[in-house]
C-alpha cells in the first residue's frame, strides 16, 4: 500500500513538471513571436507573404568615391527625387499599335523631326552627333507638321545624377514642350541611366508613351516592337562614316595567340561585382589571360582586398590593344550597368564576344541574329566558359568571326551608323508593307544598303543569290529564286538545310 502511494505520488510530480514545463514553452513561444511579429511591423512587414521586404538602404556597399557620394546625398533635393520615382516605366505596357499615332504617317511617310536647341542648354558631343545624323538622313524634316517621330534637343543621354552631363529639372522642360504630347510619336535616346548604389534604368523623369532608344536596357523592361536596345558607345566614337574592322581576310586557322581574353575594372562590392570578382578561377596565365584591376576611383586603397595588389601588377603587364587583336573569343562581362564598352571594342577587333550579362537585350535584337556572330553565356556557368570556347570547330570560329566584321561595319561602326540602323527599324515597323526581311539586315550588304523604296522583294537583290547558293545569272528568272527567299525567310535564320558557307566564303 506504501508502495503505491509513493508510486502516484512520484507520478503527480512528473505530471506536474511536464505540465510547467509544457505551458513555460508555450509562453515563451508566443512571446518570440509576438516580438517578431512586432519587429516585422516595424519593418513594414504586415504578416502576407505576398509581399516582400527590400531593405534597400542597408546595404553593405561602400562608394568608391565617397565624396561624390555624400554631396549627391547633400544636394539632392526631394523635387528630384520625386523626378527619379516618376521615371520609372510608367509606359511599360506601350506597343506601336497603343502608344504610337500611325495617322501622322499616312500623308508625309515617315519623316522625323528634330527640335530646335533651346538658348543655354548644355549638350554632350555625342548627343550632338545623334542630333546631326537625324538631320543629314533621308527621314529629315524641319516641318513638325510632316513629322511622323519627334526627338528632343534636350540631351537625355547621361541620366546619372552624378555626372556633370546630366541635365536637371528635365522633367519640367520636357512637359512645357508644346508637341510633346505625353510622349506619343517620341524617341529618347539613353546611354546611361540611374546612379550608385542601385543603377536602375529610370531615367529621371516621366517619358510617357515615348519610344526609348536605350543601352544597357534589360529584357524586364525592354518593350519589345516598340524600344530600340542600342549598344554602348564612347565620346571618340566615331560620328559618321564607316570604320573598318580589323579582320581585313580570310584567317585560316582562325586561332589566335589567346584563346579568351579580358581587362578592366574588378568591382570588390555591389552590382557587377560577381563575375568580374572570380574571373581569376579561369584566368591561367597562357591562352586565357582575364586580367582585373582595383585601381580605379580615388578611394580604391580604402576598399582594397588580399588579391588587389597581384592582380594590380599582373594587369600592368599586358597592353589591352594587343590582347584586343591577338585573341579568338573575348569577354565582355557586365559593368556597373548592363552594357559594356568592350562589346563594340570587340566587335570592331573580330574579337568573337562572349557575353556574360545576364539579362541584357541586346543591340538591335529585333533585326540582329546575334547567334551568328557572339556566345551568348551565362553568369552563373563562368567556370564552363574556357571548355565551351574550345569546343567550337574552326569552321564556325572562321564565320562568327567575319560575321563580326559584316555587322560591325554595317550597324556599328558610327553614331551616324548606329542612329540611322535605329531609325530604319521603326520605319519599318510603321510601314510594315515596305520592311525588309532578317535575311537583308543580316547579310551583305545590309539593311542600311537595300532601301525598301527600292524595292522590298528580295528576287530584286541579286547580292541575295549567294546566301542560298543559288546560281541566277539569268534575270529572267528572277522569280523562281525569289520564291526560294521567301520560302527560307518565313522560317528561323539560319535553320538546318539552309547552308551559308557559300556567302561567308565569299564575304572578304
Known amino acids: 500500500m506504501q508502495a503505491k502511494k509513493r508510486y502516484l505520488i512520484l507520478f503527480s510530480a512528473g505530471a506536474c513538471l511536464i505540465l510547467l514545463l509544457y505551458f513555460g514553452g508555450m509562453q515563451t513561444a508566443l512571446s518570440r513571436s ?184 534589360g529584357t524586364e523592361n525592354f518593350r519589345p516592337n516598340f524600344d530600340v536596345s542600342i549598344p554602348l558607345f564612347g565620346k571618340d566614337h566615331r560620328s559618321a562614316g564607316e570604320e573598318r574592322g580589323y579582320l581585313k581576310h580570310n584567317s585560316i586557322p582562325p586561332y589566335r595567340k589567346y584563346m579568351l581574353v579580358f581587362k578592366g575594372k574588378r568591382y570588390l562590392t555591389g552590382i557587377g561585382s560577381d563575375t568580374r570578382n572570380a574571373l581569376y578561377h579561369v584566368h591561367n596565365s597562357e591562352d586565357v589571360v582575364l586580367l582585373t584591376t582595383c585601381k580605379h576611383g580615388k578611394d580604391w586603397q580604402k576598399h582594397k582586398d588580399a588579391r588587389c595588389d597581384l592582380d594590380n601588377a599582373e594587369y600592368d603587364k599586358h597592353d589591352y590593344r594587343e590582347m584586343l587583336h591577338n585573341s579568338t573569343f573575348c569577354l565582355v562581362p557586365r559593368g556597373r550597368r548592363l552594357g559594356s564598352f568592350r562589346f563594340l571594342e570587340a566587335l570592331q577587333a573580330a574579337c568573337v564576344p562572349v ?53 560591325w561595319e554595317a550597324y556599328f561602326s558610327s553614331v551616324e551608323r548606329i542612329v540611322l540602323t535605329t531609325l530604319e527599324i521603326i520605319h519599318d515597323r510603321v510601314l510594315q508593307h515596305a520592311a525588309r526581311s532578317n535575311l537583308m539586315w543580316n547579310s551583305l550588304p545590309g539593311g542600311l544598303y537595300s532601301l525598301p523604296q527600292y524595292s522590298s522583294y528580295l528576287g530584286d537583290f541579286p547580292f541575295h543569290y549567294a546566301k542560298l547558293g543559288e546560281s541566277c545569272h539569268d534575270l529572267q528568272i528572277d522569280l523562281k529564286c525569289a520564291s526560294k527567299f521567301i520560302h527560307v525567310d518565313g522560317h528561323e535564320f539560319g535553320s538546318p538545310g539552309i547552308t551559308t558557307g557559300v556567302y561567308r566564303k565569299v564575304l572578304f
Open 34 to 217: 509576438n516580438n517578431r511579429r512586432d519587429d516585422r511591423s516595424l519593418d513594414g512587414h504586415h504578416g502576407s507573404p505576398q509581399w516582400h521586404h527590400f531593405s534597400g538602404s542597408l546595404q553593405p556597399f561602400s562608394p568608391w568615391d565617397q565624396m561624390e557620394t555624400e554631396e549627391y546625398n547633400v544636394h539632392i533635393s526631394p523635387r528630384q527625387k520625386r523626378d527619379v520615382i516618376s521615371g520609372v516605366y510608367n509606359g511599360k505596357r506601350c506597343r506601336m499599335d497603343s502608344c504610337f499615332d500611325f495617322s501622322l504617317c499616312k500623308t508625309n511617310g515617315f519623316k522625323v523631326y528634330v527640335y530646335p536647341q533651346q538658348k543655354g542648354e548644355k549638350m554632350s558631343e555625342s548627343y550632338q552627333n545623334i542630333l546631326s545624323s537625324i538631320e543629314a538622313s533621308r527621314f529629315y524634316t524641319s516641318d513638325p507638321g510632316q513629322a511622323c517621330l519627334f526627338v528632343l534637343s534636350l540631351d537625355t543621354l547621361d541620366r546619372d545624377i552624378l555626372s556633370p552631363q546630366y541635365v536637371h529639372n528635365l522633367r519640367t522642360k520636357v512637359q512645357n514642350l508644346h508637341l510633346w504630347n505625353n510622349g506619343k510619336n517620341h524617341l529618347i535616346f539613353n546611354l546611361y541611366s540611374g546612379t550608385w548604389p542601385d543603377y536602375t534604368e529610370d531615367l529621371g523623369f516621366d517619358f510617357g508613351q515615348a519610344m526609348l532608344a536605350k543601352a544597357s536596357i
Open 355 to 407: 557575353i556574360l550579362s545576364n539579362g541584357w537585350e541586346m543591340p538591335f535584337s529585333e533585326i540582329i541574329h546575334w547567334n551568328t556572330a557572339a556566345v551568348i553565356g551565362d553568369e552563373r556557368l563562368l567556370l564552363q566558359i574556357p571548355s565551351t570556347v574550345r569546343s567550337i570547330h574552326q569552321d564556325n570560329i572562321l564565320s562568327l568571326r567575319q560575321q563580326t566584321q559584316f555587322l
